[in-house]
């Protein structure tokens, strides 16, 4: 009984003493942990890369928008796709774009569409809520508006529905006062219009 006793010491201390499977343990607890830590610093990346391009997207709008005297519904759907170009190699399809141009009233400093198109377009006449350092009296504004979003490819660091990635740019138009919609077919330009 003792020879017994003394053999399942052996082969208890033995066991104690036999390292050759610690680091196969040590890794199949560590790598889910890895995996989880390097797809979210993928989709964390690709989504700050995607929030970046909606800020270039937005800039872009107002500015190509307010370098313009008059625009065309063909203008502002040249912008459009130029503007989506930035996204590459995202996809543009979940991209909502809108392009309006707003006048501050002189007495109210109040900022009203003037015309706004695109995938949301505001109501003409509408107040738009605009930084105080743009409310100048009696000026014009060009806002644009963008929103995206951005469905992560392993949707099990992020949320599965999407990210809502949004932004605005303002820009003062530079060639005229305010910039005419739609471009007339024959004579001059119009007086900037107040609504």
Not at 45 to 55: I, L, P
């Amino acid at each position: 009984m003792s020879s017994m006793w003394l053999r399942v010491r052996r082969s208890a201390r033995d066991f104690l003493e036999d390292c050759r499977g610690i680091a196969a343990t040590e890794f199949a607890v560590i790598v889910p942990i890895m995996l989880v830590m390097f797809f979210g610093v993928v989709e964390f990346s690709s989504g700050v890369a995607v929030d970046r391009k909606v800020t270039l997207v937005a800039r872009t709008l107002s500015d190509l928008t307010s370098q313009s005297i008059s625009v065309s519904d063909s203008d502002l759907a040249n912008f459009f796709t130029a503007s989506n170009a930035i996204l590459t190699p995202y996809s543009a399809t979940p991209t909502q774009s809108t392009i309006t141009e707003l006048h501050i009233d002189k007495v109210s400093l109040a900022a009203r569409v003037q015309w706004s198109k695109g995938s949301a377009p505001r109501t003409a006449g509408s107040i738009v809520p605009i930084p105080t350092a743009l409310a100048v009296s009696d000026t014009y504004v060009i806002f644009s508006e963008v929103s995206y979003n951005y469905v992560p490819t392993i949707g099990y660091v992020m949320a599965k529905t999407g990210v809502n990635l949004n932004d605005v740019a303002y820009t003062r138009p530079r060639q005229s006062t305010c910039v005419i919609y739609p471009t007339p077919t024959s004579g001059s330009l119009p007086a900037c219009p107040t609504l």
